[in-house]
C-alpha cells in the first residue's frame, strides 16, 4: 500500500510539473559549418578547415588585401550569419563570423598574399636579398666593380601589371655615394612605399651556402658572380680525378646540383667555382640505405585471433586488431600477387562494415607503418610512424585496386563536404618523412603520431610543421589489374634529417570517417624504397 501511495504521489507530481514548464525540451545540438566560400581576386579554391572552423584564402598578387570581395558564402541549412554577403573586407586581419542556429559557433576568415619581388644588378655575387618589412633590397658585387656604372638588370618591388616606379631603374647607375639609391614604389592607387636599392661591394667572390648528403646523392648550393661560368666538381676522397657535375640551376648568381648514383657510406669530396675562384674543399660521407621490413608481405602470424603482418617483430601494423573485436579480418595475406613476383603473399586491404555490440561501424583495409593503438569506445586510436633517419627519393612497388562506390556514409569529411553516397571511393598510398616527437602528438618513442579517429584535429597533415618530405597517391577508379608505380617525395629542405617515416595504404582514403565502400579492396606488393 505505501508502494503504491509513492507510485500515485510521484506520478501527480510529474503531472503537476509538466504542467508548470513551457519547454522543457532540449535543443538539438547542430554543428555549424562554412562549407563553400566564393570570393574575388583568389589563386586557388579557399581552404575550409571544419576541426579549427577556419578558411584560408590565398590571394593573386594584384588583389587589394584591404579591399576583398567575397561574394557569398554556403552554410549548414538554417544557420544565420552575423556578417552579411556579398561584401568587401579588409583581410589584412582575420574576420570573425558567427554561424548560429540553436548554437553559435565562431569561424574565421584568413587571408595570406605573397607578392614576387626580385632585384638584379649585372655581375652580382649570389642572390639579391629582399627586406620587404623595410623596403630595402640589397645586392653583392665583386670589390673590383665599377660602382658608377652599375647595370639593374631586373627589378620588381611590387604586385605585377599594377605598380609603377618614381624613375626607370634603367637610369639608377651612379652608386658611389653611399652604395644606395631610392626609389618610390606605387600601387593600387594610394599605396606609396619608398624602397632603397643597395650595391654592396664583397671580397667574397664564390662561396657554399649548403652541402647535404643522402644516401645516393649530394645536393650543392653555392653562391657566385653573375654572369660567369658557375659549376661545381666532386671526387670520391682519395681519388685524383675531379668529376664536373651536370644540371646546375642559375638564378642570377645563386647556383645549384644534384649529383645521383653515388655509394653509400662513402666520403667525397665536392668544390663550387665561379670562373677561376675556387671554394675549399669540403669533405661530407652519404648516408646507410634503409630498407623496409617485410616490404613484400611474405611475413604473417595469428596472435589471439588478430592476423598480423609480421612474424617476431611488429613493424607494419593494420586495423585488424580492432575489426576483430567484431569477429572481422581486414588485412591478410592472397596468393593474388604482382606479375614476376618471387613472393608467396601480397597484402590484402578489404574494406568492410564491422558489427561491434549490434552497432556496425565502417572500417577501411589498410596496412601501414605503426600499430593499433587501441579502441576509445567504438572509435580508434592509431599510432603511426617507424624510427629511420632515411630520406628516400621515391616508393616504388606494385598496387591492384578494385575501387567501389561509397554505400557507407559515417561522418563527411570536412575537406570534401560535397561527398555523398554513390559517390566513388578513393584508394590512398601515402610516404611521409618527418621529426614527429612522442611529447608532440602523444605517441611513443617508435610509434609518435597518434591519430584518433574520433577527433578530426589529430588526423595526419601533410602539410605540418613536422613534415620534411611527403608523396601522396590517390587511386579514384579501378586498375586494370597489377599496377607498377613510382610515388616520388617532395621535400621541403634537404639539410634537416627525418626522425621517423609514415607509410599508409588503404582501399578507403576517407576511413577515418567511418566512410568508404564494402566493395573496395586493394592489393599491394613488394614496396621498395628508391634512393
Not at 554543428?31 to 571544419?50: C, F, N, R, V, Y
Amino acid at each position: 500500500m505505501i508502494k503504491l501511495f509513492r507510485t500515485l504521489f510521484v506520478g501527480a507530481l510529474a503531472i503537476v510539473a509538466v504542467g508548470c514548464i513551457e519547454n522543457d525540451v532540449p535543443y538539438p545540438v547542430v554543428k555549424l559549418d562554412i562549407l563553400a566560400l566564393d570570393a574575388e581576386g583568389l589563386k586557388s579554391q579557399p581552404q575550409i578547415d571544419a576541426v579549427s572552423k577556419s578558411v584560408k584564402l590565398d590571394l593573386e598578387e594584384t588583389t587589394d588585401i584591404r579591399n576583398v570581395k567575397i561574394n557569398s558564402i554556403t552554410t549548414t541549412e538554417g544557420a544565420t550569419s552575423s556578417v552579411s554577403f556579398p561584401g568587401s573586407f579588409d583581410l589584412r586581419t582575420p574576420l570573425y563570423v558567427e554561424l548560429s542556429k540553436y548554437q553559435t559557433y565562431e569561424w574565421t576568415i584568413s587571408a595570406e598574399q605573397t607578392i614576387e619581388r626580385y632585384y638584379m644588378v649585372e655581375g652580382q655575387i649570389g642572390e639579391s636579398k629582399i627586406d620587404a618589412e623595410h623596403h630595402v633590397a640589397t645586392a653583392l658585387v665583386p670589390m673590383d666593380h665599377d660602382m658608377k656604372s652599375v647595370t639593374i638588370t631586373a627589378l620588381k618591388l611590387g604586385p605585377k601589371d599594377i605598380t609603377t616606379y618614381s624613375v626607370d631603374f634603367a637610369e639608377l647607375t651612379d652608386f658611389s655615394d653611399d652604395s644606395m639609391r631610392q626609389v618610390t614604389v606605387s600601387y593600387h592607387d594610394d599605396i606609396v612605399e619608398t624602397w632603397t636599392l643597395q650595391v654592396i661591394p664583397t671580397d667574397v667572390e664564390i662561396e657554399f651556402k649548403g652541402v647535404d648528403a643522402w644516401a645516393r646523392r649530394i645536393w650543392l648550393y653555392a653562391e657566385g658572380r653573375s654572369g660567369a661560368d658557375l659549376g661545381f666538381k666532386y671526387r670520391k676522397a682519395g681519388d685524383e680525378e675531379w668529376l664536373a657535375v651536370n644540371d646546375i640551376t642559375v638564378n642570377g648568381g645563386s647556383f645549384s646540383a644534384c649529383i645521383g648514383d653515388l655509394e653509400t657510406l662513402t666520403e667525397y669530396e665536392v668544390v663550387a667555382y665561379s670562373n677561376d675562384s675556387f671554394t675549399d674543399v669540403v669533405k661530407v660521407t652519404t648516408e646507410d640505405l634503409f630498407e623496409l621490413p617485410n616490404a613484400g608481405f611474405e611475413e604473417w602470424s595469428t596472435v589471439n585471433n588478430v592476423v598480423c603482418p609480421y612474424i617476431d617483430t611488429p613493424f607494419w601494423g593494420s586495423g585488424n586488431d580492432g575489426a576483430a573485436m567484431a569477429s572481422t579480418t581486414l588485412t591478410e595475406p592472397t596468393e593474388d600477387v604482382r606479375p614476376g613476383s618471387e613472393g608467396k603473399y601480397a597484402a590484402s586491404l578489404q574494406s568492410k562494415k564491422a558489427a561491434l555490440m549490434g552497432i556496425g561501424k565502417f572500417a577501411a583495409g589498410n596496412i601501414f607503418l605503426g600499430e593499433f593503438g587501441g579502441l576509445v569506445g567504438l572509435d580508434g586510436l592509431v599510432n603511426f610512424g617507424r624510427p629511420t633517419t632515411a630520406r628516400p627519393v621515391a616508393l616504388h612497388g606494385w598496387v591492384k585496386y578494385n575501387c567501389g562506390a561509397i554505400d557507407e556514409l559515417g561522418r563527411v569529411p570536412s575537406a570534401r563536404p560535397d561527398l555523398k553516397k554513390g559517390d566513388m571511393d578513393e584508394g590512398q598510398i601515402m610516404i611521409a618523412v618527418g621529426n614527429w616527437t612522442a611529447e608532440e602528438y602523444g605517441g611513443s618513442a617508435d610509434c609518435p603520431v597518434v591519430v584518433n579517429t574520433k577527433d578530426e584535429s589529430t588526423y595526419f597533415d601533410k602539410e605540418g610543421k613536422n613534415v620534411i618530405g611527403v608523396g601522396e597517391m590517390i587511386l579514384t577508379e579501378s586498375t586494370d589489374g597489377w599496377m607498377e608505380f613510382t610515388l616520388p617525395l617532395e621535400y621541403r629542405t634537404t639539410s634537416e634529417v627525418p626522425t621517423h617515416m609514415i607509410i599508409v595504404c588503404t582501399g578507403s582514403r576517407f576511413g577515418d570517417y567511418f566512410t568508404g565502400s564494402t566493395q573496395s579492396l586493394m592489393l599491394v606488393d613488394d614496396l621498395e624504397l628508391i634512393y
